[in-house]
């Protein structure tokens, strides 16, 4: 899979995807990602990527011009599966959403930024706007490092442990169930008997049970699905 992100702040991207399970899929080539900075794309001699709203108003609005010479020129390179817009209006972005967008090849990720971007961007190359949550960032490149990784982790073969991301919460539209490891007694706080039992099917159950109540008790709106 090939993500493309374009956005105002490509340092922003650095970190995240130098470490951990991203930078083991990228290394691993199992994915390919590349941020492109909007700005680079601006004409004018102040590089300018944003404007005065018209009709007036707070913030500054992000112009098409630099984002359209941006995903032409990608276009240009490639067939994109889709371009997806991040915004606190979008869609809201969930674990089947994740499964969705991780059997696309290549897809574009617009980082939104002040005010929102241009509407005709929506209308002429947005696929999707999507929202990690009913909260606002000052702009879309968390929300793009939030879905970047979701995806990742469910690549075949990005975990090492095959099943691991298949039991990650929600997948099932369950929570998952508490873990532990050593020391099986810490200060008297004992693991349950059950998962030092030995017993597999014992140890399914309780692990289902626990699912259930936990799902029940945090997020009653999953099993309501
Ligand atoms: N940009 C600002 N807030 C956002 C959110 N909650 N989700 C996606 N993009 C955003």
């Given at each position: 899979m090939r993500i493309d992100i374009l956005t105002l702040?490509?340092?922003?991207f650095t970190g995240v995807l130098g470490c951990s399970i991203l930078k083991r899929a990228i290394d691993k080539s199992y994915l390919e990602v590349y941020t492109h900075?909007?700005?680079?794309?601006?004409?004018?001699k102040h590089h300018r990527a944003d404007d005065y709203p018209f009709g007036g108003g707070a913030g500054m609005v992000m112009m098409i011009e630099p984002i359209a010479r941006c995903i032409e020129h990608l276009q240009s390179e490639r067939t994109y599966d889709a371009i997806y817009l991040m915004a606190p209006d979008g869609k809201q972005f969930d674990q089947h959403k994740a499964n969705e967008m991780s059997m696309l090849n290549n897809i574009m990720i617009l980082c939104g930024h002040y005010?929102?971007?241009?509407?005709r961007v929506r209308e002429l190359y947005i696929t999707e706007d999507l929202s990690i949550g009913d909260y606002v960032l000052s702009g879309g490149e968390l929300a793009a490092m939030v879905i970047t990784d979701s995806l990742a982790r469910i690549i075949p073969g990005v975990i090492g442990d095959g099943t691991s991301a298949l039991s990650d919460?929600?997948?099932?539209?369950l929570l998952s169930a508490p873990v532990y490891t050593r020391p099986a007694d810490f200060r008297g706080h004992r693991v349950p008997d059950v998962l030092l039992s030995g017993n597999d099917k014992l140890i399914a159950e309780w692990t289902m049970n626990q699912q259930l109540q936990r799902t029940q008790e945090r997020r009653p709106d999953l099993l309501e699905k």
């Amino acid at each position: 899979m090939r993500i493309d992100i374009l956005t105002l702040f490509p340092e922003m991207f650095t970190g995240v995807l130098g470490c951990s399970i991203l930078k083991r899929a990228i290394d691993k080539s199992y994915l390919e990602v590349y941020t492109h900075d909007i700005r680079a794309y601006t004409t004018d001699k102040h590089h300018r990527a944003d404007d005065y709203p018209f009709g007036g108003g707070a913030g500054m609005v992000m112009m098409i011009e630099p984002i359209a010479r941006c995903i032409e020129h990608l276009q240009s390179e490639r067939t994109y599966d889709a371009i997806y817009l991040m915004a606190p209006d979008g869609k809201q972005f969930d674990q089947h959403k994740a499964n969705e967008m991780s059997m696309l090849n290549n897809i574009m990720i617009l980082c939104g930024h002040y005010k929102g971007v241009d509407e005709r961007v929506r209308e002429l190359y947005i696929t999707e706007d999507l929202s990690i949550g009913d909260y606002v960032l000052s702009g879309g490149e968390l929300a793009a490092m939030v879905i970047t990784d979701s995806l990742a982790r469910i690549i075949p073969g990005v975990i090492g442990d095959g099943t691991s991301a298949l039991s990650d919460s929600f997948q099932d539209d369950l929570l998952s169930a508490p873990v532990y490891t050593r020391p099986a007694d810490f200060r008297g706080h004992r693991v349950p008997d059950v998962l030092l039992s030995g017993n597999d099917k014992l140890i399914a159950e309780w692990t289902m049970n626990q699912q259930l109540q936990r799902t029940q008790e945090r997020r009653p709106d999953l099993l309501e699905k």
